[in-house]
């Protein structure tokens, strides 16, 4: 890895515990509140009123929440994907057909994550997606997205790629989140657009 490679993966880490620090001090009706706002925002986007195949993912702890949304995208008729992690990273997928469907996985020392019980589409199954909502840490002007560096969706991201596939990409965050600049490597693609409680942000 070069000299410049090493400053952004430092420079990546300290924002990810300062932002992580500032989402720990939320309390559970701050992160309630901010879900129910969250839902409302992402439901007025076109691309989820058009979209017949949504891949999302089950917030954890004091990430922006999602399930009121999940449930909101099956109720219109939407199939929901949600990921379910290997052991290497990648992401399966299986759909979602309630919290009833979901299952509390905990891998090794990682946070323990809800996934989908049913049937396993095999991780191909996001290139069908027409969204699909990213989780992340912090977004910034460029549509750069910082995730929680495990890498598992850059392998999302470039798997849409290879498959010539090209769903609107939506990362979920406080609005606090919006930041001026996030530090990216060669690898990093942006995003399409972020919806917060408060709004929604294009980039192009």
């Known amino acids: 890895m070069s000299h410049i490679g090493r400053a952004t993966e430092t420079d990546k880490r300290m924002l990810r515990r300062e932002l992580l620090a500032v989402r720990n001090r939320l309390t ?9 706002a ?3 925002r992402a439901l007025g986007l076109p691309e989820l009123a058009h979209a017949r195949t949504v891949a999302a993912y089950v917030s954890v702890g004091s990430e922006p929440g999602t399930l009121a949304l999940l449930d909101a995208l099956r109720e219109r008729g939407v199939r929901v994907l949600l990921p379910a992690l290997l052991p290497d990273n990648d992401l399966d997928w299986g759909a979602y057909a309630g919290e009833g469907s979901l299952a509390r996985v905990q891998h090794g020392g990682k946070m323990a994550l809800f996934e989908p019980t049913g049937e396993r589409l095999g991780p191909d199954a996001v290139t069908g997606a027409d969204v699909v909502l990213l989780p992340g840490l912090a977004v910034d002007a460029r549509g750069m997205r910082l995730g929680r560096g495990g890498g598992s969706y850059d392998r999302v991201l470039t798997r849409l790629q290879r498959a010539d596939a090209h769903p609107a990409l939506v990362v979920l965050l406080y609005d606090s989140e919006v930041v001026g600049h996030v530090p990216e490597e060669a690898h990093d693609r942006p995003v399409h657009a972020v919806v917060t409680p408060s709004g929604v942000r294009r980039f192009t």
């Open 28 to 36: 559970a009706d701050d992160v309630r509140e901010s879900a129910d």
């Open 38 to 40: 969250l839902a409302a």
